[in-house]
Every structure is written in C-alpha cells, then in structure tokens.
C-alpha cells in the first residue's frame, strides 16, 4: 500500500503520513489532546475521529466527583442528619420510614432542581458570555432574568392572564432579550454597549416587578415573593420536567454550537472567512440562552450570580481553546447545590432562598471580575 509523505511546520514539525482515503488518517494529535478514532460500518469502511482535550476531561471528572460528594451529604445534612451507612440503605430502599420520606419527598426533589437549575443558569451564562466576548454578559446581568421574573409575577398576581407561571416566564425571559438586542443595533452583541441595553432592560423589568407586587394584597404579594428573589423549596413538578428535557436538548444545541462560538472570539471579517454565518449564529445562540433561562427562572425563579460564578469555575479549570459546555453546566449544579445546602443549614431552623446566598457569594466575584485588568475580562 502506497503512503504520501510531506514534511509540514507544524508546532513540532511533525511528519504527517497520509494514507489512502480508506485507511485511518494518522495525524498526530496536538500536545493536550487525545485523539479517539473509530471505523464506521458501511459498505465502503471509513475512519472517523474527534480531539478530545485532556485538561477538559480531566477538569470535568473532578466536577462530576465533587458534584456527586456534595450531593450526598446534600441529602444526608439538614434537621435530620443520616449517617452515610444510613443514607446509603435510604437510597437502597432500605431504612427507617422517617429517613426515606425525608430524603425522597423533600431533600432529592429539591437536589434535582437544584442540579438542572445550576446547569441551566451556568451554560446560559456560558453561551452568552462567549457571545459577547465579556464575562458581565450573563442573563442576570443584561435583563433575561428581571424579565422572566416580572411576567411570571405578573400571572400570579392575576393581571388578566391565563398561563401558568413558567410558560410567562418563558414569554418574559424571550421579550427581555429581544429588546435587549433591540437597543443594541450597531453595536452587536459584543462590548459594553450591549452590556449597558441589558441593566437597563433588567431595570425596567425589576420595576414592573416591583409596581405589580405594590398593588396587590399581602397574601397574594406573598405568593408571589419567591418568584422574585429565587428558591428551591416546593418547585412545580411538570415545570421540573419541562426544563429536564428543555436542558438535554439545550446541551446538544450548546455543544453544536461551541465550535461557531470558538471561531467567533476573532474578529467579525476572520469568523465569516473561516465560514460562520454571523448573524445567523448570534441568533441561535441568544435563542438557546434565552430557552434555558426561562425554564431555570420557571423552576428557582431569578437565582442570580450563577450564570457568572459557573462558567468562570469551569474556564479556569478547562483549555481555553474551547468554549466549556459540559463544564459549565457541572460547575453551575455545583454552585446551586453548595448554596441552597448553605442557606438550609447556616440559620437553622430559619432557611435563606438559594437566591440570597448566591448573590452574597457572587457580589465579591463579581467585584473581582472587575478590578482585575481589562485584558482580561474578556473571553
């Protein structure tokens, strides 16, 4: 079998054989990276392969077993406290009766919303952030979630609609970002501008929130509180199925679109040379951010900061070459998870929303985010 040979510049000035088109193309994989190759089963054989980099997958493992630890002694710390032998005969179904009705009915609900509600808030942030090539850009930040909150108080609090609250938070969510990217005609997605159209949309909206709950009996303003500040405790079932299906077909979305998004940190005129439909990608991603954070905003309400803190746990720890999908959305779980079990048991008996303990804990990030030199703020 005949091989073609040429010397090519590369990083290490490798030799690269090229072989026919039905063998295996040997090419070195890059330094960082693994390449995994695999033979399709068609009439004509072909091989396939992908780069996978190390340091992401490295990074991911450790999330996924840090993520995994805290959800355990989620479940195990609280009023009642189970020792490991006995959280792991409750998750058997095995135990006392009082230990699994705790940690079935109230404490894995709670832990399941509080996995898809970090994961949703964490790649939204992520998508946005590397859209705008700046880490402020997050749907907290720039009004998404001012937006999702106020209609979702607004069917609440009866002003003459019929949706239940997260369908409006959806419709609140996409109108936000729409006006939004509205008022930043001519600047894009990218700078400050953008950043400046979205606090002053999330202004308008946290007014709007503000006004409705002012003019509304107390029991009813109190049904509608922990729509505005974000909490865990007794999310709508069917809301939390919705937004388990909207985050799988999210992720498959994000992860597609991560290699656009990779090419467009460069300049407008390089990523259209190397093939990337600009505005047809910006689009797609604004939308896939504004799906994940209205159903997060339906399930928690507005938990804010996590969009922020998520995605810059998962760049320090990942490549830089790549846009941290997967990443991403374990280190929001995480950040969800850490807080809520914070808020559940700091004050105990008293309980603070998800909601506060994150925006305590991303006040001084994002203070840090903004006294570090400019070079660096952006993605």
Same mark, same amino acid.
């Given at each position: 079998?005949?091989?073609?040979?040429?010397?090519?510049?590369?990083?290490?000035?490798?030799?690269?054989?090229?072989?026919?088109?039905?063998?295996?193309?040997?090419?070195?994989?890059?330094?960082?990276?693994?390449?995994?190759?695999?033979?399709?089963?068609?009439?004509?054989?072909?091989?396939?392969?992908? %780069?996978?980099?190390?340091?992401? +997958?490295?990074?991911? /493992?450790? $999330?996924?077993? &840090? =993520?995994?630890?805290?959800?355990? !002694?989620? %479940?195990?710390?609280?009023?009642? +406290?189970?020792?490991? /032998?006995? $959280?792991?005969? &409750? =998750?058997?179904?095995?135990?006392? !009766?009082?230990?699994?009705?705790?940690?079935?009915?109230?404490?894995?609900?709670? $832990?399941?919303?509080?996995?898809?509600?970090?994961?949703?808030?964490?790649?939204?942030?992520?998508?946005?952030?590397?859209?705008?090539?700046?880490?402020?850009?997050?749907?907290?930040?720039?009004?998404?979630?001012?937006?999702?909150?106020?209609?979702?108080?607004?069917?609440?609090?009866?002003?003459?609609?019929?949706?239940?609250?997260?369908?409006?938070a959806l419709m609140g969510a996409a109108t936000a970002a729409a006006i939004t990217f509205g008022l930043a005609v001519g600047g894009g997605t990218r700078g400050y501008r953008f950043i400046v159209a979205g606090i002053g949309v999330g202004a308008v909206f946290g007014a709007i929130t503000q006004l409705l709950l002012a003019r509304v009996g107390i029991d009813t303003a109190n049904a509608a509180y922990p729509w505005t500040i974000g909490t865990l405790n007794a999310r709508p079932a069917n809301a939390m199925v919705v937004l388990a299906v909207g985050l799988a077909i999210g992720l498959l979305l994000a992860m597609w679109l991560s290699r656009s998004l990779s090419l467009m940190r460069f300049s407008d005129a390089v990523a259209q040379g190397l093939g990337i439909v600009i505005q047809r990608r910006r689009w797609q991603v604004l939308t896939v951010s504004v799906l994940l954070t209205g159903l997060a905003v339906a399930v928690a309400g507005p938990v804010g900061m996590v969009g922020l803190i998520g995605p810059e746990i998962a760049r320090s720890l990942s490549s830089r070459r790549g846009v941290p999908i997967i990443g991403s959305a374990?280190?929001?779980?995480?950040?969800?998870?850490?807080?809520?079990?914070?808020?559940?048991?700091l004050l105990a008996p008293i309980e603070l929303p998800v909601g506060i303990v994150t925006a305590v804990v991303g006040g001084p990030w994002l203070l840090w985010i903004l006294l570090r030199p400019a070079s660096r703020n952006l993605v």
């Open positions: 079998m005949s091989h073609l040979s040429f010397r090519s510049r590369t990083l290490h000035d490798r030799t690269l054989d090229i072989p026919q088109l039905s063998d295996e193309v040997r090419v070195p994989a890059p330094p960082g990276s693994w390449r995994l190759a695999w033979r399709w089963p068609v009439a004509e054989p072909r091989w396939a392969s992908v %780069l996978v980099e190390r340091r992401s +997958v490295i990074a991911n /493992l450790l $999330l996924t077993v &840090v =993520l995994l630890l805290s959800s355990l !002694m989620y %479940l195990a710390v609280g009023s009642v +406290v189970l020792g490991p /032998l006995e $959280l792991l005969a &409750v =998750l058997r179904g095995e135990g006392d !009766m009082v230990a699994a009705f705790m940690v079935h009915e109230l404490r894995l609900p709670r $832990l399941t919303a509080a996995w898809l509600t970090g994961a949703a808030f964490a790649v939204a942030g992520c998508l946005m952030q590397t859209l705008a090539r700046n880490r402020l850009a997050t749907p907290g930040i720039i009004g998404i979630d001012n937006g999702a909150t106020a209609f979702a108080v607004a069917s609440v609090v009866g002003i003459s609609v019929s949706l239940a609250p997260p369908a409006m374990l280190a929001g779980a995480l950040v969800m998870v850490l807080s809520d079990l914070v808020g559940r048991v």
